[in-house]
């Protein structure tokens, strides 16, 4: 597999963890920049090899999601793993590893001073203490489902840029509340969305062909990405790619039903980059293909 990568000020080869990796016999199966921040995913299969990482100026989060039972670090060799677990490396840290049998595990890169500076913004926290503890081989259902999410994601398909900046706002707020230096609470929910908020952003998420970044829907609504992301999911009880792509999936079976345009303008004024993905997001809804859909809406199905 290979992944599609949008501009970054940063590559993969800027992590001292991705170095590390490559040294050894890992091999990247997809590597994805997310959100406007220099983060990375990267999702890697392992075998039988050692790996030292020399106190990277970068935060690491490790998600192994096959295998890595028999994995070891070498300074703590009671620390057991398995899919599932999490490791939390911040920047500046060190550590060896022994890799016997196979896994593959889901990274994660953050630029350590874009991390200080969303403390700052979401939580009103001083960014000198806006750093994450160390920690080998713990549990965190919540921190693990989001990582199986994006690890799950068609990284390369056009519809995967807002829920990737969503699973990583959510990665990194989680980061933040329940592992960094300094304990804090969420703030506490009020409210939702104000109509005139709730208007700019659904103008913003209904232009015709409009695949808006989670920056550029947070901006619309006057907040910061997290707090626009518990606001929205107040406002209209799911995330803002769930509630895109539903809209953009009923847009597109009216103007089938309407059947006054082709069915590659549909896919093309609905947002879709290619009939193909209306095609499957129809399927995935239980409809059948663009064509079928218009046929069955007018009447004309055969057997």
Same mark, same amino acid.
């Given at each position: 597999?290979?992944?599609?990568?949008?501009?970054?000020?940063?590559?993969?080869?800027?992590?001292?963890?991705?170095?590390?990796?490559?040294?050894?016999?890992?091999?990247?199966?997809?590597?994805?920049?997310?959100?406007?921040?220099?983060?990375?995913?990267?999702?890697?299969?392992?075998?039988?090899?050692?790996?030292?990482?020399?106190?990277?100026?970068?935060?690491?989060?490790?998600?192994?999601?096959?295998?890595?039972?028999?994995? =070891?670090? %070498?300074?703590? @060799? &009671?620390?057991?793993?398995?899919?599932?677990? #999490?490791?939390?490396?911040? *920047?500046?840290? +060190? /550590?060896?590893?022994?890799?016997?049998?196979?896994?593959?595990?889901?990274?994660?890169?953050?630029?350590?001073?874009?991390?200080?500076?969303?403390?700052?913004?979401?939580?009103?926290?001083?960014?000198?203490?806006?750093?994450?503890?160390?920690?080998?081989?713990?549990?965190?259902?919540?921190?693990?489902?989001?990582?199986?999410?994006?690890?799950?994601?068609?990284?390369?398909?056009?519809?995967?840029?807002?829920?990737?900046?969503?699973?990583?706002?959510?990665?990194?707020?989680?980061?933040?509340?329940?592992?960094?230096?300094?304990?804090?609470?969420?703030? =506490?929910? %009020?409210?939702? @969305? &104000?109509?005139?908020?709730?208007?700019?952003? #659904?103008?913003?998420?209904? *232009?015709?062909? +409009? /695949?808006?970044?989670?920056?550029?829907?947070?901006?619309?609504?006057?907040?910061?990405?997290?707090?626009?992301?518990?606001?929205?999911?107040?406002?209209?009880?799911?995330?803002?790619?769930?509630?895109?792509?539903?809209?953009?999936?009923?847009?597109?079976?009216?103007?089938?039903?309407?059947?006054?345009?082709?069915?590659?303008?549909?896919?093309?004024?609905?947002?879709?980059?290619?009939?193909?993905?209306?095609?499957?997001?129809?399927?995935?809804?239980?409809?059948?293909?663009?064509?079928?859909?218009?046929?069955?809406?007018?009447?004309?199905?055969?057997?």
């Amino acid at each position: 597999m290979s992944g599609v990568c949008p501009p970054s000020p940063l590559q993969p080869a800027a992590f001292g963890v991705f170095e590390a990796m490559q040294r050894s016999r890992a091999q990247a199966l997809r590597t994805r920049a997310v959100g406007r921040d220099g983060a990375w995913l990267v999702h890697w299969r392992n075998a039988d090899t050692q790996t030292h990482y020399q106190r990277p100026g970068h935060h690491t989060l490790s998600l192994y999601l096959q295998g890595g039972e028999q994995v =070891r670090n %070498r300074d703590d @060799l &009671s620390a057991r793993g398995g899919p599932g677990s #999490l490791c939390s490396l911040p *920047a500046g840290h +060190a /550590s060896r590893w022994d890799v016997q049998g196979e896994l593959q595990l889901l990274h994660l890169y953050l630029p350590e001073l874009p991390l200080a500076a969303a403390a700052e913004r979401w939580f009103d926290m001083d960014p000198r203490l806006a750093g994450l503890r160390e920690r080998i081989y713990f549990d965190d259902p919540v921190l693990a489902a989001w990582g199986a999410r994006l690890a799950a994601l068609d990284w390369a398909h056009p519809d995967s840029a807002l829920a990737l900046e969503h699973g990583l706002l959510q990665l990194q707020a989680r980061l933040l509340l329940a592992h960094g230096t300094q304990n804090l609470a969420p703030p =506490r929910l %009020r409210g939702g @969305l &104000s109509p005139q908020a709730r208007r700019r952003v #659904l103008d913003c998420m209904e *232009a015709e062909g +409009a /695949s808006p970044s989670l920056a550029e829907l947070a901006q619309a609504a006057c907040l910061s990405e997290y707090h626009f992301l518990r606001m929205f999911k107040s406002s209209f009880g799911q995330s803002p790619h769930a509630w895109l792509m539903r809209r953009r999936l009923d847009r597109a079976r009216e103007l089938l039903a309407q059947g006054r345009l082709s069915l590659a303008e549909v896919a093309q004024r609905c947002g879709y980059a290619h009939l193909s993905h209306l095609n499957a997001a129809l399927r995935g809804a239980g409809l059948g293909s663009a064509r079928r859909y218009r046929e069955a809406t007018q009447g004309l199905v055969t057997a």
